[in-house]
């Protein structure tokens, strides 16, 4: 089964973190690979900040849009990865592995299968 894996942190301890340079790169390759060679990565990728957000809403049949999220929370959605997981007890030993959930959180979500 297909799991998404959203990263979220405040933008604040997310760039703590990444000042820390090549141990938290170290960190995020590690998992990737291993990711890679077990077969489970499917794909991944990290967002821009939440200032290069656009929120768009349809009412009463106009397109409003909005700069930023969609709501204000203390942390925001910085990346996600896809993977094929033999079940969610498998998804959430690899998001023990990914370095976002030491200082954020790995939210779980299976996606909807093909058939």
């Known amino acids: 089964m297909k799991y998404m894996l959203l990263f979220y942190a405040s933008e604040a301890a997310a760039q703590q973190v990444q000042e820390q340079g090549q141990a ?3 960190e995020w ?3 990737m690979k291993e990711a ?3 077969g489970a990565m499917i794909t991944t990728n ?3 900040p939440t200032s290069n957000a656009t929120t768009v809403r349809i009412r009463e049949s106009k397109t409003l849009t909005t700069d930023g999220p969609f709501a204000e929370t203390h942390e ?3 990346g996600f990865a896809i993977l094929e997981c033999a079940d969610l007890d498998d998804a959430i030993r690899w998001a023990e592995k ?3 959930a030491r200082y954020g959180s790995v939210e779980i979500r299976p996606l909807w299968s093909e058939g």
């Open 98 to 100: 990914i370095p976002h």
């Open 29 to 31: 390759y590690a998992f």
């Open 36 to 38: 890679n060679d077990a």
């Open 46 to 48: 990290g967002l821009l």
């Open 76 to 78: 925001q959605l910085g």
């Open 24 to 26: 938290i790169a170290a």
